[in-house]
T-cell receptor, first 115, second 112 residues
Framework: DAGITQSPRYKITETGRQVTLMCHQT?????MFWYRQDLGHGLRLIYY???????DKGEVPDGYVVSRSKTENFPLTLESATRSQTSVYFC??????????????FGPGTRLLVL | DQQVKQNSPSLSVQEGRISILNCDYT??????FLWYKKYPAEGPTFLIS?????DKNEDGRFTVFLNKSAKHLSLHIVPSQPGDSAVYFC???????????FGTGTRLTIIP
């Protein structure tokens, strides 16, 4: 099924553990993004990628690592999870060359709880 | 430093009436603005957008107004329907820059 998917949808982990959240899109969009949503903060950009092998920091990158070896995948890794990383994480993609609407398309989100 | 602000965390409106959601921004470099709608347990979905060369954009029941001098935009929903109950995020960007800056969101509840 085409679109943008995230896995897992729900994850419980413990402080100090490494966690990887997956994001996959089938549109071949060049840009991909990771956001976290927290009450009172809205959506904050963690990292983004303009193309395979090109990534850059967003507003709140500390404690996170990303990679993009293939255009369609953009995993987000929490190297050593902390309670403050409990959040809902959204992946998004966009294609600035589409010549159409300038918007981002979001996945369904991953709810992460760090105990 | 919150560059995009939605000062009303919540709003309740009677079904059939007009819903007005507000958004303010501080960065004068922003020249493209978007509204997203978000239901619980789902990702945000694009609703409507406006570029800074316009002051109004309509799409069915949804209209976005932009006041550049006041650095203010608003989303009007007329008439409001129960399915409009959701969290609405305002977002802004520089044209040609793919990064979006989001507001904190407004939870809209439509009362039947």
């Amino acid at each position: 099924d085409a679109g943008i998917t995230q896995s897992p949808r729900y994850k419980i982990t413990e402080t100090g553990r490494q966690v990887t959240l997956m994001c996959h899109q089938t549109w071949s969009h060049s840009y991909m993004f990771w956001y976290r949503q927290d009450l009172g903060h809205g959506l904050r950009l963690i990292y983004y990628s303009a193309a395979a092998d090109i990534t850059d920091k967003g507003e709140v990158p500390d404690g996170y690592v990303v990679s993009r070896s293939k255009t369609e995948n953009f995993p987000l890794t929490l190297e050593s999870a902390t309670r403050s990383q409990t959040s809902v994480y959204f992946c998004a993609s966009s294609d600035p060359t589409s010549g159409g609407l300038e918007t981002q398309y979001f996945g369904p989100g991953t709810r992460l709880l760090v105990l | 430093d919150q560059q995009v602000k939605q000062n009303s965390p919540s709003l309740s409106v009677q079904e059939g009436r007009i819903s007005i959601l507000n958004c303010d921004y501080t960065n004068s470099m922003f020249d493209y603005f978007l509204w997203y709608k978000k239901y619980p347990a789902e990702g945000p979905t694009f609703l409507i957008s406006i570029s800074s060369i316009k002051d109004k954009n309509e799409d069915g029941r949804f209209t976005v107004f932009l006041n550049k001098s006041a650095k203010h935009l608003s989303l009007h929903i007329v008439p409001s329907q129960p399915g409009d109950s959701a969290v609405y995020f305002c977002a802004a960007k520089h044209f040609g820059n793919e990064k979006l800056t989001f507001g904190t969101g407004t939870r809209l509840t439509i009362i039947p």
